[in-house]
């Protein structure tokens, strides 16, 4: 008998109550669930998280920070609310958030998607690929923001539970899920392989 908690006793914390997000989330570590990071997704907790960056980062710095800050926040909240629940408190608690953002490359702006999957020490991160804003969204981004310019451009509600903007403007091909699940499984190979990616990489 040993005190350890077993290897499944994994908690992810998703700093985010977004129902795309989560299912981004679960979608993706259901793939690769068997891999050393990835023993289970039976425990998956949705917690309010913030980001500490502005509501619309900017750049890949920016946007990296919202999601550590988030990732370990979710963290942080999870762990406390485990205070009166013995055998839960036993288990690893993983931290795990996506914050998009702008980045500007060549006077274009793209969206991008970065996640972080934090275990209390390192912090996992991982990007999409990107794809550009079209320039009538770019022009009402400081009055509208990102929702309300897309909104008022292609005339239609922000979608937090479908594929968004990019599943209207790749007609179903690609979708904001889609995007979130990308940057997570860059995020998440690193889990599956901590001796090459370990803060302190042993050889």
């Known amino acids: 008998m040993t005190d350890k908690p077993s290897e499944a006793a994994v908690i992810w914390a998703v700093g985010s109550l977004n129902p795309g997000k989560l299912e981004a989330c679960r979608a993706c570590l259901q793939e690769w669930v068997g891999c050393s990071g990835v023993p289970s997704v039976a425990d998956m907790r949705a917690v309010s998280a913030a980001s500490g960056v502005s509501e619309q980062p900017m750049g890949l710095e920016e946007t990296v920070l919202g999601a550590k800050n988030r990732a370990e926040d979710a963290r942080a909240n999870v762990i406390s609310s485990l205070i009166d629940d013995p055998p839960s408190s036993q288990a690893r608690v993983l931290g ?12 274009k702006h793209f969206d991008v998607c970065a996640c972080s999957v934090f275990d209390g ?5 991982g990007f999409s690929s990107m794809w550009p804003i079209p320039e009538q969204v770019v022009h009402g981004l400081q009055e509208k923001g990102y929702n309300g310019s897309f909104e008022e451009v292609l005339k239609l509600p922000p979608d937090d539970k479908g594929d968004g903007v990019l599943g209207h403007l790749s007609d179903g091909k690609y979708s904001r899920p889609a995007q979130m699940k990308e940057s997570m499984a860059a995020a998440v190979l690193q889990l599956c392989n901590p001796r090459l990616y370990a803060e302190n990489p042993k050889s």
Do not use: R
């Not at 795990?96 to 006077?107: H, N, P, Q, T």
């Not at 020490?121 to 991160?125: G, I, N, S, T």
């Open 96 to 107: 795990i958030a996506l914050e998009s953002g702008l980045v500007i490359v060549d006077g």
């Open 121 to 125: 020490a390192y912090h996992a991160v």
